[in-house]
């Protein structure tokens, strides 16, 4: 995908989460580009590995550092944590100019700010991770599998965790499937 086409669609998907009520920090832009694109297949094209806190993406991380050097997001300091993300003016009009990409990808980028908005970074990694445990195995599989496996791959993350976070994407999954066909 074109390097301004991703960037609107990526501007457009952090101001989502951010009318969402989301923090809107690294982390929230990590999974939330996850769930673009491997859930609503969002053509954003990054890699993602199982990291620290779940799925995440180096290329991305680069892409938002280049985001910020184009002047198309900014971060604000929220003291005592870390800072937000915010889409700058530049960036709407950045979007202006690829309202056919946005258009096409609007309902999948919003589906996805209401699901995460208002997560917090601990409900993120499960949420995510569960997605990515599902991906990697068969989404038919049993449930209980999935949940051992996030929690293997997640000591920290209890198994009563795991199932609730894989019960409730298999919910997001199939009200996504609504959005995607």
Request: glycine share 4%.
């Amino acid at each position: 995908m074109d390097r301004l086409k991703r960037a609107a669609l990526i501007t457009r998907l952090l101001q989502n989460l951010r009318d969402k009520g989301s923090w809107c920090g690294e982390t929230h832009a990590q999974k939330a580009a996850f769930f673009a694109q491997h859930l609503m297949e969002v053509p954003l094209e990054f890699d993602f590995i199982l990291y620290k806190h779940g799925p995440f993406s180096f290329d991305l991380r680069d892409e938002l550092t280049s985001l910020r050097a184009d002047g198309l997001i900014q971060l604000v300091p929220r003291w005592p944590y870390g800072p937000t993300i915010k889409p700058t003016d530049l960036a709407e009009k950045l979007q202006n100019n690829y309202t056919k990409t946005l258009k096409q990808h609007e309902k999948k980028i919003a589906f996805v700010a209401d699901k995460l908005g208002a997560k917090g970074v601990a409900d993120l990694e499960r949420l995510a991770t569960a997605l990515y445990v599902t991906k990697q195995k068969r989404t038919d599989e049993q449930p209980e599998k999935r949940a051992k496996k996030l929690s293997e791959l997640k000591p920290h993350i209890r198994i009563d965790q795991a199932q609730a976070a894989i019960d409730e994407l298999d919910q997001i999954i199939k009200e996504a499937q609504e959005i995607i066909h």
